[in-house]
């Protein structure tokens, strides 16, 4: 495999530069591509012009460099979490039909929670939640789902880690979030107030797939208010729909103590 006068490979490079889009920043200039992935700019050039070439980038009609569709049909093809979408999506549909606002789903990624799939109404309560987007694990509902599930090497790399505040009412202290993983895991559901963004509750539930193992986590984001909670029972059926689609059961979730 080619590589440059530094020892990196042409595919370490060409990754850098898918790595320098995010949901916040889906078009960007050659400039800014540069910056993002600390390539030399006539480097960034070559290789966006034979991406390009490719269809796995493209440039809109301003110059913006943009994913191409290439690219997406490819990721399309293989990824991973294909059938758990094809399963989830009619459950989320008819789930946000009723609560209205958002739904969302949300897979463990490294130390993240990365969305695969959110519904949203129109005046929904304020979500920062973006499809192929991504969380902290400790701050957010789904994530803390995922971490609670989670093999214990991955919670202990967490809670030695400093815990970002998002709001003041996000989980920063090493022992209350250790607590509330194992409330999570009894009460089969992660209730967050507040977590995200003052006006919003974000609730999550587990998904389960074969062998009863935690594959996704399901959740609304709703008005932060006294009605919040009800919504657990929606988003239990939903969670338990599509196990059964996956070949699994669902959790039960039990009411957190005043």
């Known amino acids: 495999m080619a590589r440059s006068p530094s020892g990196e490979s042409v595919l370490s490079r060409a990754v850098r530069i898918f790595g320098a889009f995010d949901p916040e920043n ?111 694990l400790h701050a957010s509902s789904a994530g803390l789902v995922l971490l609670a599930h989670a093999p214990a090497e991955l919670q202990d790399r967490i809670l030695t880690r400093p815990l970002p505040a998002m709001t003041p009412d996000t989980i920063t202290d090493p022992a209350m979030l250790r607590a509330t993983l194992a409330e999570v895991r009894q009460r089969g559901c992660a209730f967050c107030p507040g977590h995200i963004h003052p006006d919003a509750t974000g609730i999550a539930v587990p998904v389960r797939g074969a062998g009863d193992r935690v594959v996704a986590a399901l959740g609304f984001v709703v008005p932060n208010d006294e009605q919040a909670w009800w919504r657990t029972g929606l988003l239990q059926a939903t969670a338990r729909g599509i196990g059964r689609r996956l070949g699994a059961g669902a959790a039960t979730v039990t009411r957190p103590s005043p």
């Open 26 to 136: 889906p078009a960007l200039t050659l400039t800014e591509i540069s910056r993002r992935a600390c390539l030399p700019l006539a480097t960034t050039g070559r290789m966006v012009d034979e991406l390009v070439r490719h269809g796995l980038l493209q440039r809109d009609a301003r110059r913006y460099v943009r994913i191409g569709v290439r690219m997406w049909e490819l990721a399309q093809r293989a990824s991973p979490t294909l059938d758990l979408r094809e399963a989830a999506m009619p459950f989320m549909e008819d789930a946000q039909a009723v609560v209205g606002h958002s739904t969302q789903l949300g897979v463990l990624d490294g130390e993240e929670v990365l969305f695969v799939e959110r519904l949203s109404a129109p005046g929904a309560v304020v979500n920062i939640t973006k499809i192929a987007g991504r969380l902290p």
